[in-house]
Each structure stands twice: as structure tokens, then as C-alpha cells.
């Protein structure tokens, strides 16, 4: 399935570390019955062995999969192939670009993280085929996430990327400042606590959705 900006719309990003003891495949499925269009694995700090990370990631990969939603593995090229990923999410920290879109091929999605102009300039550079730009607002689900940039980075990235990569924005996004983040020019917006914390994930990810939709239609 090649990639489309429009699945950038509600990006969900998750490990079993932020499903607070619910189970991740529920939270997942009830995730997509609520409309998300992206889907990041992104075990980080939880107490699994990388076997149980594999075990959860592929079944978590299936239940995308039914759902033509693609699914993208967060930092680790060696667990994107593992589980035959659509693609891989890096950051500035992470290994460089170049390499994961070497590695993964030219039909995998490749993200990258970027805080300001010249590494979104570096990332159009190594093939990149979306970015994510944050952390936008406070986030409690990354502890060195840093200080909040606003949606105004996305604006100012925006101006400067002349290729027109898609932007996803991220951190600390909810339903209150969604729109926010898409009139700023944002393709969508990612994800972590607004669904995975959410009493109902599946109401939450449609009230994100009826905001993004919203948003849209008032920008066209
Ligand atoms: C869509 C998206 N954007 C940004 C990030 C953050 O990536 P990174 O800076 O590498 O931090 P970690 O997520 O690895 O802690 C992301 N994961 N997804
Ligand atoms: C992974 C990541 N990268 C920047 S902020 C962040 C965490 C986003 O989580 P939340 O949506 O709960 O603020
Ligand atoms: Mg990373």
C-alpha cells in the first residue's frame, strides 16, 4: 500500500507501558473502531523481553493489517523487519535516516523527528517521507521530550519546506487543541495518552477525528 499523507490524520502511537494494565490489543482494536489511520508500536521503558515485544508486535501488526491500517515500528530497524513493518518512525537520536530508508527500502514509510528547519531540510534529504514535529504542548508520556514548541514550529517549517512534506504534530495533543495543530498546517496529528489513557479510546479517537475532519474543512 504506497503512502498516503491522508493516513497521517490520526496517527496512534503505542506500548504496552501506556495502556495503564489494559490490554494493548483491546485498546488497539477499540483505537481503530474509532477511526485512526496510522499506527505506531512503540515499546519503550516497559518491562517486556524483546520476545514478548515481538509476541505483542505481531499481533498487533495483524489487527492493523485487517484493518488496512499501516503499521510503523518506532526506533529499531531490527524489530521493523522482524515483523515485516510498513515502516519505521527516528529521531534525531535514533539511527540516521539514510541508513533506516538504505535498510528498509524505498516502499517502507520512513518518519523522522524533527524540531526545526535544518533537520526537516536534512530529513526531505534522506528520503523521508513524513515528519513529526513536537513535543507541540506538555506531554507526560516522554520524559525527554523537552520544553513544549507550539503548533507556530509547524507553521514555520511549513514556510521553509519547499518539497511539501507531510508534518504530523505530536505531543501532548487532545481534543481542545487538535485543531490547533492542523490549522497550522499539520497533515494530522499523533497520539499517545489522548487514546491509550481515554476511559473510551474508540470515543476518543472519533472525537480527535471529528476535530481533525472539522479543522480540514474549514482550512479547504
Ligand atoms: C510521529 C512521531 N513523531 C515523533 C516521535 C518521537 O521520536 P523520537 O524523538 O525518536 O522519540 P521516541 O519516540 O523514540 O522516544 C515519534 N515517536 N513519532
Ligand atoms: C513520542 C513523543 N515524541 C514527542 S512528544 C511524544 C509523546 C506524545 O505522547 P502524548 O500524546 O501522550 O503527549
Ligand atoms: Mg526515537
Redesign the pocket.
Known amino acids: 500500500m504506497p503512502f498516503s499523507p491522508s493516513q497521517l490524520r490520526l496517527y496512534m502511537?503505542m506500548g504496552s507501558q501506556d495502556c495503564n494494565g489494559r490490554d494493548p490489543v483491546w485498546v488497539l482494536k477499540e483505537a481503530i473502531a474509532g477511526g485512526i489511520t496510522l499506527f505506531q508500536f512503540?515499546e519503550k521503558g516497559s518491562t517486556l523481553t524483546m520476545s514478548e515485544t515481538v509476541f505483542l508486535g505481531k499481533r498487533l501488526k495483524e489487527i492493523c493489517q485487517r484493518s488496512s491500517i499501516p503499521f510503523i515500528v518506532n526506533d529499531r530497524v531490527d524489530l521493523a523487519m522482524v515483523l515485516g513493518a510498513d515502516g519505521i518512525h527516528v529521531g534525531q537520536e535514533d539511527l540516521p535516516a539514510v541508513q533506516v530508508r538504505r535498510l528498509m527500502g524505498t516502499e517502507a514509510i520512513v518518519g523522522v523527528?524533527c524540531e526545526n528547519e535544518s533537520e526537516a531540510d536534512k530529513a526531505i534529504q534522506a528520503g523521508a517521507d513524513y515528519i513529526g514535529v513536537?513535543?507541540l504542548f506538555s506531554?507526560?508520556?516522554?520524559a525527554d521530550?523537552g520544553d513544549p514548541i507550539g503548533p507556530e514550529t509547524i507553521s514555520h517549517i511549513r514556510r521553509s519546506n519547499e518539497q511539501g512534506l507531510p508534518i504530523v504534530g505530536?505531543?501532548?495533543?487532545n481534543a481542545a487543541n487538535a485543531g490547533s495543530v492542523i490549522a497550522a498546517g499539520a497533515a494530522g496529528i499523533a497520539?499517545?495518552?489522548?487514546i491509550t489513557a481515554a476511559e473510551s479510546p474508540r470515543r476518543s479517537a472519533m472525537k480527535l477525528r471529528q476535530v481533525i475532519e472539522e479543522q480540514n474543512h474549514t482550512i479547504v
Not at 505530536?170 to 495533543?173: D, S
Not at 497520539?191 to 489522548?194: E, G, L, M, Y
Open positions: 502511537i512503540r523527528s513536537g513535543a506531554t507526560r508520556s516522554k521530550a505530536i505531543g501532548g495533543i497520539v499517545i495518552s489522548a
